[in-house]
């Protein structure tokens, strides 16, 4: 059971450049989640899933884009990258009506 | 808006303190509090609080919810310089599909 696995680890982009990271959990969780975090910021939710083909808006959304074709997969979309979308990247999932959230390890991202 | 406020930000302790961390947060319809420990990786859940005065505990780590006065406290005991860490609060609403509203984090480094 690997929980939540996202790729890449490690990404440097040059502005302008798209880019997609990927998120995958294997605990059959219907509600996942993308979250940026910036130093000293904490976690700012970034989209949202409660199923396979409904997504929504959390509270930073502008510049990215997701979809959910599957309960497995949750892909988060960088179009027209900027420095400003400089950021470690963390996608989680939960049970319904269960507030835990698991965490994927993290993708680091760099745009100069 | 869901607003989550952690104090202090960030300090410093000698191994065997004892460290006491606050969060206090403005959320409508609460459902739950949580604690996560965040290293140089992905957050880990420690407590999910949904009812005031009911102390959860885990090994030298506990933590206690106060719904009429609208705070939570994280305390760790005898610390250890695995303790160093940043310790997030999250508030989560009814009715929110477990989406939850991050504070900034604690940070909290023991030097031996």
């Known amino acids: 059971n690997a929980g939540v696995t996202q790729t890449p680890k490690f990404r440097i982009l040059k502005i302008g450049q798209s880019m997609t990271l990927q998120c995958t959990q294997d605990m059959n969780h219907n509600y996942m989640y993308w979250y940026r975090q910036d130093p000293g910021m904490g976690l700012k939710l970034i989209y949202y899933?409660?199923?396979?083909?409904?997504?929504d808006k959390g509270e930073v959304p502008n510049g990215y884009n997701v979809s959910r074709s599957t309960t497995e997969d949750f892909p988060l979309r960088l179009e027209l990258a900027a420095p400003s979308q400089t950021s470690v990247y963390f996608c989680a999932s939960s049970y319904v009506r269960d507030g835990r959230q698991y965490f994927g390890p993290g993708t680091r991202l760099t745009v100069t | 808006e869901d607003k989550v406020v952690q104090s202090p930000l960030s300090l410093v302790v000698h191994e065997g303190d004892t460290v006491t961390l606050n969060c206090s947060y403005e959320?409508?319809?609460?459902?739950?509090l949580l604690w996560y420990k965040q290293e140089k990786k992905a957050p880990t859940f420690l407590f999910m609080l949904?009812?005031?005065?009911i102390e959860k505990k885990s090994g030298r780590l506990s933590s206690i919810l106060d719904k009429k006065e609208l705070f939570s406290i994280l305390n760790i005991t005898a610390t250890q310089t695995g303790d160093s860490a940043i310790y997030l609060c999250?508030?989560?609403?009814?009715?929110?599909?477990?989406?939850?509203?991050f504070g900034k984090g604690n940070q909290v480094v023991v030097i031996p």
């Open positions: 959320v409508t319809n609460f459902r739950s």
């Open positions: 949904t009812s005031s005065g």
């Open positions: 899933s409660v199923g396979a083909g409904i997504t």
């Open positions: 999250a508030v989560e609403a009814l009715y929110g599909n477990n989406r939850l509203a």
